[in-house]
């Protein structure tokens, strides 16, 4: 009995600090279950997490509803902007997304392929690390890292 009090009070924090940053995000997978221990909602198979405009998918992923740790050929695609890579860490209130390992970025008319991409859907910069390459139009080009700003459609 003093478990499931306890484990009430505390799904009852979570959701209500995440009412504080935005709204609770939608979470469907094959399997899914909270680990007490951990305070965290664990996801297996077809992960499809939606936050507002923003949409995670993953083979498993773990969540504490302000983060997200997934795994697994990833994706983040916000309106026409879509990432791929093979990791993925999303931190809700600080706007960010990390993805990595073969990461593949695409929208219309601009391909970038790095290791690391960091993306901050607020300010709208993508900063792509190490092993970039970069296709826009019939230009291609090579660098450690490029910034990209996603309105502007430019690079710095």
Known sequence: ???KALLLCLLL???SMTTAFAATPS????K???DVSSGLHVLSGNVHIQ?????VTAGEAKTNLLEIWGSGG???????IYFTGNNVYVYFPSHC???DDKVTFSRPGVQIT???VEFNWKTKIAVFNSNVRVTQGNNSWTANTVSYNVISNTFY
């Open 1 to 3: 009995m003093k478990t």
């Open 13 to 15: 924090t979570i959701f």
């Open 27 to 30: 979470i469907t997978a094959d």
């Open 32 to 34: 899914q279950y909270f």
């Open 51 to 55: 936050h507002n405009d923003r949409v």
């Open 74 to 80: 990833v994706t983040f695609t916000q309106d026409d």
């Open 97 to 99: 997304a990390q993805i």
């Open 114 to 116: 790095a290791d690391r």
